[in-house]
C-alpha cells in the first residue's frame, strides 16, 4: 500500500526552481507535521522544511530560509517544497516524511515520523 508518493525532483543550473511534491495516502495525510528532509553523499540527513497541517505553521532550517517554501494542499492530501535560488549545495535526496505529532515548540526531528517516502534526487549545477 503506497503511503507516500515525492515527484518533482531533477537537475538545475544554480539559481533555478524546483517544485517537489509528495501525495500521501489519505489515512496518513492527518492534522500532524509533515517534513521534507535531505541527505547528500557522505552527510548525515537533515531537516529542511516542516508544516503542521492543522495549523499551516512552518518552519524552516535556517540555510534555506527565503528560498524554500513549504504549502500544502488538503484537497489533494499533498505537501509542496517550493525551491528557488537553488545551490549547488542543495544538492542532495529528498525526503518527504509524515505523521508526527506536533507541539507547540513546533514539528519534531527525523526520528518521529512514521512514514517516509522513496526520495527524490536534485542535482543543483555551478
Known amino acids: 500500500q503506497v503511503q507516500l508518493v515525492e515527484s518533482g525532483g531533477g537537475s538545475v543550473q544554480a539559481g533555478g526552481s524546483l517544485r517537489l511534491s509528495c501525495a500521501a495516502s489519505a489515512h496518513i495525510y492527518n492534522r500532524e507535521c509533515m517534513a521534507w528532509f535531505r541527505q547528500a553523499p557522505g552527510k548525515e540527513r537533515e531537516g529542511v522544511a516542516a508544516?503542521?497541517?492543522?495549523?499551516?505553521?512552518?518552519y524552516y532550517v535556517d540555510s534555506v530560509k527565503g528560498r524554500f517554501t513549504i504549502s500544502q494542499d488538503n484537497a489533494k492530501s499533498t505537501v509542496y517544497l517550493h525551491m528557488n535560488s537553488l545551490k549547488p549545495e542543495d544538492t542532495a535526496m529528498y525526503y518527504c516524511a509524515a505523521d508526527a505529532r506536533w507541539r507547540s515548540s513546533g514539528c519534531p526531528g527525523q526520528y518521529e515520523y512514521n512514514y517516509w517516502g522513496q526520495g527524490t534526487q536534485v542535482t543543483v549545477s555551478s
Open positions: 508544516i503542521y497541517i492543522g495549523g499551516g505553521n512552518t
